[in-house]
């Protein structure tokens, strides 16, 4: 077993402890979002970085130096500029698990950024300035296959200790259990034995060669399934039309599902393109002519996400969802062209997928960084939407551009709390201040003590016309918010506030009943008005059987005509041992007899 590879990952274990340990006692690096993440990034970087340049032929010690230390610059900024683009106060990124910050989004392009870079700059060649796709096609492979079998064996280590655990848990030895749920043996536990299945990987390399062989082949006789289908739905489409793919809402998804599975399984069947031809003569040919059937769903792909971006602007993940269209259009385009040689099957599989790794890490890089972050162009993209009229106030994603969209969505938020140029400038002011004051991002409500009277007042439709809420309602419903009143709180919300005498003293009640979202719940909410001049919350009023949409439209319809007014009760209450009792009658539209 490689001792290098122990360690590491044994440093490895430590630092990310560290991380975690410094998150729990509030110390730098986890109250500076931005060292934090860079320093994250670096140890979950480099050492996986260690390990896929381990034992590769041909890679000299000062290139492979040259490599691990390019990574560790690399995805150190990349890590900073993650953490300074959250901009999230310490206060609310902070987990109660303590857990490590960080996009899961990021990270995972990110890894792929490592994965796809490493094998192209450990096979550079810079003398022929090329690169050798049999090379890369061995060490990417290697790489997928150790880090996967890595991945699952530390699993099992965990199955078993977990086990183990709770064998001798079972009989009253508890210390195992308790060692293993801490931390300080969690972390780097994992960190080594990580480095060890990685090692046993690498000594038994023979046996997952065997195992990727076996898979390649089976998977190669897949393809011409998948391209059968393919061909029938592009020779269909003219008869059948779009309408019904795109009433799925995820036409592009499905799309470019089928390109990915279609570029993998052609890949699996050509390899690394020095075997021998995978299918009969007539096959391959006819394979190849099925392959131009997906130029036709990348450029049904094209036109569903550009009739989304049109009528929706751009969104976070429609950025990414280009990003992978323009790669999936370069599989497609490329091994197309293999059409003009007859002497080799999809010969130009080699030379397309470096030049799409290319293009790929290229991107990834500038989507990860300030140059085309997809928050910043989402962001300005809605903005620009918002700002021109496309969106109403009730339509803004206020949540995202708090919670996901980073610094650019604050910044957002911000100026639309300063007000802008817009027919709804109040109503989207109060939302953009009360979302900025939220420290809790499912509690919709919070933040709304931040807000002034006046755009409090904005969430209420006052009933009968031409009433006024007054103040001390507002302050009541703002200052000591029950979980009935916080509906009409939350940034969503609009609430009807009927002002009517439920009690017959001359002084109008309020009750409120939540407009828009449309109410889940039949119950509106009544404050009573006090001969002070104050409000109070009064209780509930049991509006059941306004639940149905229909009913509930009735409801608002009467109120706002005039029609809804208060009756006294048919039977007075009962007062029994001090408890007030109502009574409660049943209706009979024909009779109560049995």
């Not at 296959?145 to 699952?152: E, F, I, K, Q, V």
């Not at 470096?354 to 290229?362: D, G, S």
Request: proline share 3%.
């Amino acid at each position: 077993m490689n001792r290098w590879l122990l360690l590491v990952g044994t440093v490895q274990g430590w630092v990310l402890w560290a991380l975690w340990k410094a998150r729990e006692l509030s110390v730098w690096p986890s109250n500076d979002i931005a060292a934090e993440r860079a320093l994250l990034y670096m140890a979950l970087a480099m050492p996986l970085a260690f390990y896929l340049t381990q034992s590769v032929e041909s890679l000299s010690r000062k290139r492979r130096r040259n490599i691990l230390i390019s990574i560790g610059i690399v995805f150190a900024l990349l890590g900073a500029y993650s953490g300074w683009a959250e901009n999230a106060p310490h206060e609310i990124w902070r987990s109660a698990w303590r857990l490590f910050s960080g996009r899961p989004s990021d990270l995972f392009a990110a890894a792929i950024l490592g994965f796809v870079a490493i094998p192209l700059c450990v096979h550079f060649n810079f003398t022929a300035r090329r690169w050798s796709y049999h090379a890369l096609f061995e060490t990417s492979w290697r790489n997928a296959l150790l880090t996967g079998s890595s991945a699952a064996l530390t699993g099992v280590f965990w199955i078993v200790l977990f086990a183990g655990a709770m064998l001798m848990k079972s009989i009253g030895i508890n210390f195992i259990f308790n060692l293993i749920e801490k931390p300080i043996f969690a972390i780097p536990a994992t960190g080594i034995a990580f480095a060890a299945a990685f090692a046993l990987g690498l000594a038994r390399f023979g046996m997952i060669v065997t195992l990727r062989r076996f898979w390649l082949s089976i998977s190669s006789w897949l393809l011409p399934l998948l391209l059968a289908f393919s061909a029938m739905w592009a020779i269909a489409l003219p008869f059948t039309g779009l309408e019904l793919l795109f009433k799925t809402h995820n036409a592009g998804f499905v799309l470019l599902w089928f390109i990915a599975l279609s570029v993998n399984f052609a890949n699996a069947a050509y390899q690394d393109g020095t075997g021998e031809q995978p299918y009969a003569h007539w096959l391959g040919r006819l394979l190849e002519y099925a392959w131009l059937s997906l130029l036709v769903l990348a450029g049904v792909a094209w036109w569903a996400m550009q009739q989304r971006i049109a009528q929706y602007g751009w969104t976070e993940d429609r950025v990414w969802g280009i990003f992978v269209l323009v790669l999936a259009t370069l599989y497609t385009v490329g091994y197309s062209y293999s059409l003009r040689l007859r002497h080799a099957w999809l010969a130009h599989i080699g030379t397309t997928n470096i030049a799409t790794a290319l293009v790929m890490c290229a991107g990834l890089a500038l989507l990860l960084s300030p140059l085309a972050d997809a928050r910043r162009i989402a962001v300005i993209s809605q903005m620009s939407r918002i700002t021109s009229g496309a969106v109403e106030a009730d339509k803004i994603d206020y949540a995202y551009l708090r919670w996901q969209a980073g610094r650019y969505g604050q910044d957002a938020l911000k100026n639309l709390s300063a007000g802008i140029d817009h027919k709804d400038r109040d109503i989207i002011a109060a939302k953009a201040k009360q979302t900025l004051a939220q420290e809790n991002r499912y509690a919709t409500a919070d933040g709304a003590k931040a807000l002034t009277t006046e755009q409090l007042r904005l969430r209420f439709r006052v009933l009968p016309k031409g009433s006024v809420l007054d103040e001390s309602l507002l302050k009541a419903i703002q200052n000591k918010p029950r979980w009935e009143t916080k509906r009409c709180l939350a940034i969503d919300a609009q609430c009807i506030a009927w002002m009517i005498d439920l009690n017959g003293d001359g002084l109008k009640e309020a009750l409120l009943i939540a407009e828009k979202p449309e109410w889940q719940f039949g119950n509106a909410v009544f404050f009573r008005h006090l001969p002070n001049g104050q409000f109070q919350y009064g209780g509930t009023i049991n509006l059941q059987f306004g639940t149905n949409k229909v009913q509930r439209e009735n409801i608002i319809s009467d109120i706002e005509s005039g029609r809804a007014k208060t009756i006294p009760p048919q039977y007075n209450d009962l007062e029994i041992g001090g408890r007030r009792i109502s009574v409660a009658e049943t209706q009979c539209e024909n009779g109560c007899e049995d």
